[in-house]
């Protein structure tokens, strides 16, 4: 059973582009979550979605970050026009149901914004 | 809110020697504490946790121990080896938004050999 796989590992954006980070989930998970860790910090909770919904984007940018999880297909995290300050690793993990302690970590990507 | 504290870092050890990386929390309710191991270039693995007061947690030679009257989720082990070399980060989350897990800024650990 493969873990939580995160694409890509490494992205490098210029200044104004936009930035699609991929999650795909432990087989048989249903919840996703993506956390945000910048340069020397803990990680940040961003959103909590399940298959279709999203559940909790309390920590969510409210502009240019959006996030889904389709009924097919991965997760994804997507940043319109980058800026510098969004160069930071991002992590998604997942669960199999709501009520579960553990969730499992993907290995992130890590975004640079040059 | 909910909040998590850690031990400032970087603590560097010689292998052997005994750790603890202490963590406070404040939290409404009966929060789940964590402790997580992100060792270089990869993700967050647990590496134990407790869901009640006075439960212990225990892996790899780790132990925690839940302590509701002083908040507090601090991390040991007797032993330390170079292979323990990482950032550890405690964390919470609340029973009512079980995933939703607020972590602690991150300890650097360096064991010397």
């Known amino acids: 059973n493969a873990g939580v796989m995160q694409n890509p590992r490494h992205l490098v954006r210029r200044r104004g582009q936009e930035a699609r980070l991929r999650c795909s989930p432990m087989?048989?998970?249903?919840?996703v979550y993506w956390y945000r860790q910048l340069p020397e910090e803990g990680l940040k909770f961003m959103v909590y979605?399940?298959?279709?919904?999203?559940?909790?984007e309390s920590g969510m940018p409210k502009e240019r970050f959006s996030a889904e999880f389709p009924k097919e297909g991965p997760s994804i995290l997507r940043i319109q026009q980058v800026v510098r300050g969004d160069s930071a690793a991002y992590f998604c993990?997942?669960?199999?149901?709501?009520?579960?302690?553990?969730?499992?970590f993907g290995q992130g990507t890590r975004l640079t914004v040059v | 809110g909910d909040s998590v504290t850690q031990m400032e870092g970087p603590v560097t050890l010689s292998e052997e020697a005994f750790l603890t990386i202490n963590c406070t929390y404040t939290a409404t309710g009966y929060p789940s504490l964590f402790w997580y191991v992100q060792y270089p270039g990869e993700g967050l693995q647990l590496l134990l946790k407790a869901t009640k007061a006075d439960d212990k947690g225990s892996n790899k030679g780790f132990e925690a121990t839940y302590r509701k009257e002083t908040t507090s989720f601090h991390l040991e082990k007797g032993s330390v080896q170079v292979s323990d070399s990482a950032v550890y980060f405690c964390a919470l989350s609340a029973k009512q938004g079980a995933q939703k897990l607020v972590f602690g800024q991150g300890t650097r650990l360096t064991i010397n050999p």
């Open positions: 087989k048989g998970h249903s919840h």
């Open positions: 993990a997942s669960s199999p149901y709501r009520g579960d302690t553990e969730a499992f």
């Open positions: 979605l399940q298959k279709e919904n999203i559940i909790d």
